[in-house]
């Protein structure tokens, strides 16, 4: 059975920083695509960051340079740091797994596994 088992998320004030966990157990991470998903009360769910089995990814222009998606490959564990927060970076994130190794769209259709997410929440 697949579980995706996100953490780290909280309160923080703007200008902040923050490190979000996603230890995943039956599915190695190396081998596919994972990403970071933001969701919000007046929003849709939406792909912010992505990183494929070979290291390259992409990421949502509203955080460029803030925000940083890395793995821990022994750990099977997906990472996302965040810095320099803002109030649009309030938020529940998931974490999501593909099935491929190469990143495509920033698109939920591409994800089958979800975590249950974790809660972010930045004050002025």
């Known amino acids: 059975q697949v579980q995706l088992l996100e953490s780290g998320g909280g309160s923080v004030q703007v200008g902040g920083s923050l490190r979000l966990s996603c230890a995943v157990s039956g599915y190695t991470i190396s081998r596919v695509c994972m990403a970071w998903f933001r969701q919000t009360p007046s929003k849709e769910r939406e792909g912010i960051v992505q990183l494929g089995s070979g290291g390259v990814g992409t990421r949502a222009a509203s955080v460029e340079g803030r925000f940083t998606i890395s793995r821990d490959n022994m750990q099977n564990t997906l990472y996302l740091e965040i810095n320099n927060t803002n109030v649009d970076d309030t938020g529940m994130y998931y974490c999501?797994?593909?099935?491929?190794?190469?990143?495509?769209?920033?698109?939920?259709?591409?994800?089958?596994?979800w975590g249950q997410g974790t809660q972010v929440t930045v004050s002025s």
């Open positions: 999501a797994a593909g099935s491929r190794g190469y990143c495509y769209t920033l698109d939920r259709s591409e994800f089958v596994y």
